[in-house]
């Protein structure tokens, strides 16, 4: 088993409260038992864990730092980490951290430069749309704090390291053009946006019903944006669909057929399942097996049945998926958007009409530039 990226959590817990969140707001309540720092005892034990797997396995693989809100951790905290994990893992491994960028300041900016950990930052767009979801405690406004943390990555000396890009939930009633520009506004280098979480059971927000497609649409009226910017950002969805669509591969789980490891750390030490899967039920991120960096060794977790069978799970085993001509692109989508309470993930996406909107309209684009769609995809140019 191959592993591409080891998600620690941090913090369990959160200083804002976004509605749509998976880890708090969509059934799942295992947070609460977990600690909300990891302790120095379970940094430890976690880099003596990465360091014997890194000799283990050739390829190298990235360390995310995620949450909650990782930065709940503060300076001191954070600078133990840092030590541990880069005596643990030499610079070439990168080592990234995702923060809703409200506690960003400078002393953590000095510190991630020191380390080389990129940053990339939570925002769903100008303060409108980013402060209809991404709330305070009490409901409060979170968009100018968020921006002020942009901005003490963009005046660091290192910005061009240290300022990895964006993180957007799509909303698909709002404005594509105004997100995208409002994006190159603050200067990213890079933006991610994310379908919400959602399934067959639980419909995605602004999302009618299985065969509408309001994110697809979106996301195409995106790529006009974005293919008529001489100067763009990077979009990864889009670039990862372009590439696909050309017979290349993407470089993230959820399109196409690329294999793609991920394990999770929780604060406790445990190791999970990948976390965005709480969406689906509760504790549907836990694997049966008790394994910890405290006293597993990662290379038996991950060469594990169990673990295989979890990383099956990124295959779709819908019949529907398999004869599809757009499913060397598509890849199904994520496993939780396949889910449907009877028949688990034997599903397509519930994005998959608006997968195939996206991949059509990128498939019509390429040709009309004179591009060679890879004769595997038999898919209808929109
Ligand atoms: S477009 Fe739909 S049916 Fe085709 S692979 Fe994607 S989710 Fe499956």
Known sequence: MRIDTVLVKVASRCNINCTYCYVYNMGDDGWQD??????????????????????????????????????????????????ALRDSLPARYPISMQTNGMLLTPEIADLCSRFKVSVSVSLDGPKPV??????????????????AGI??????????????????????????????????????????????????????????????????????????VYLADPNPPRV????????????????????????????????DGTISKNDTLKSSFNGADKFTE??????????????????????????????????????RVCGGGMPLHRWRSGAE??????????QKALISKVASRLQNEGLKIDPRIAIQSA
Not at 40 to 66: G, N, W, Y
Not at 130 to 147: A, I, Q
Not at 258 to 263: D, N, S
């Open 151 to 224: 901005n003490v990555l963009r005046s660091h000396s290192d910005s061009e390291f240290l300022y990895a890009g964006l993180l957007s939930v799509i909303d698909p009633v709002c404005d594509p053009k105004a997100v995208y520009e409002y994006f190159k506004e603050l200067g990213a280098p890079s933006i991610d946006f994310l379908y919400r979480d959602g399934n067959h059971s639980n419909m995605p927000y602004g999302k009618e019903s299985f065969e509408s497609s309001e994110y697809g649409d979106w996301l195409s009226c995106l790529l006009d």
């Open 290 to 327: 008790a394994w910890s960096v405290k006293a597993s060794k990662l290379a038996d977790v991950f060469g594990s049945v169990e673990f295989k069978m979890y990383h099956d799970l990124q295959r779709p085993t819908s019949a529907t998926c398999k004869a599809c001509p757009y499913l």
């Open 345 to 354: 993930y034997d599903n397509p996406s519930v994005y998959c009409n608006d």
């Open 34 to 83: 977990m600690p909300a720092l990891i302790s120095r005892e379970t940094i430890t034990a976690l880099a003596d864990a990465i360091k014997e797997f890194a000799s283990q396995q050739d390829q190298l693989f990235a360390t995310v730092l995620h949450g909650g809100e990782p930065l709940m951790m503060g300076a001191r905290r954070l600078e133990f980490l840092l030590t």
């Open 130 to 147: 980013n402060d209809r979801f991404r709330l305070g405690k009490k409901g409060e406004s979170t968009h100018d704090s968020v921006v």
């Open 236 to 267: 990864r969805f889009l670039d990862d669909i372009i590439k696909l669509s050309l017979g290349g591969h993407g470089i993230k789980e959820g399109l196409g057929d690329a294999e793609y490891g991920i394990a999770i750390v929780e604060t």
